[in-house]
């Protein structure tokens, strides 16, 4: 197990090792959000890009290349589902892993809109622990 001293949790060797060296486009406007979410998986071994919106992340998106993409819905200048549906369009970004962290309700039509462009996971903010979102990446990139 690997104890972050800065966050104050353990992860699994498994999950570190999964992690490390991967690149993650993490895109939330919420400072205090980010800021936990960024740290949880750099600790975890992660190598972590950070935008604040869909139209920054797009920008990202044509200079790197990325592992996973992690996203909020709900966002200025362009929300997750559009910046979802450019990615997908895009040559070499259609089979990118996204998962979507928002506070949208299951039934929002926004959550409606991004389930549909092929994501791989949908977590709701306020009942994911960090724990948690550190195993569904190392997950998905498995």
């Known amino acids: 197990m690997i ?10 060797n498994m999950q570190e090792k999964k ?11 919420d400072v205090f959000v980010g800021d936990i979410v960024v740290r949880h998986l750099v600790d975890a071994g992660a190598l972590c890009e950070w ?17 996973i993409i992690i996203t ?6 362009m929300d997750g589902s559009d910046m979802i549906e450019r990615m997908r369009a895009k040559d070499g970004m259609s ?6 962290l928002t506070n949208l309700s299951n039934n929002d039509e926004e959550v409606k809109k991004a389930r549909e462009l092929n994501v791989n996971g949908f977590l709701p903010k306020s009942s994911t622990s960090m724990q948690n979102l550190v195993g569904i990446v190392a997950s998905v990139l498995n």
Do not use: C, Q, W
Not at 3 to 10: C, D, H
Not at 20 to 29: C, H, M, P, Q, T
Not at 51 to 67: C, H, I, P, V, W
């Open 95 to 100: 089979d990118t892993p996204v998962i979507i």
């Open 51 to 67: 935008t604040k919106d869909g139209f920054d992340a797009l920008s990202k998106m044509n200079n790197e290349s990325f592992d």
């Open 19 to 29: 992690l490390k060296g991967k690149k993650i486009l993490f895109v939330e406007d």
């Open 3 to 12: 104890t972050s001293p800065s966050v104050g949790y353990t992860y699994s």
């Open 72 to 77: 909020d819905l709900h966002m200025d200048r």
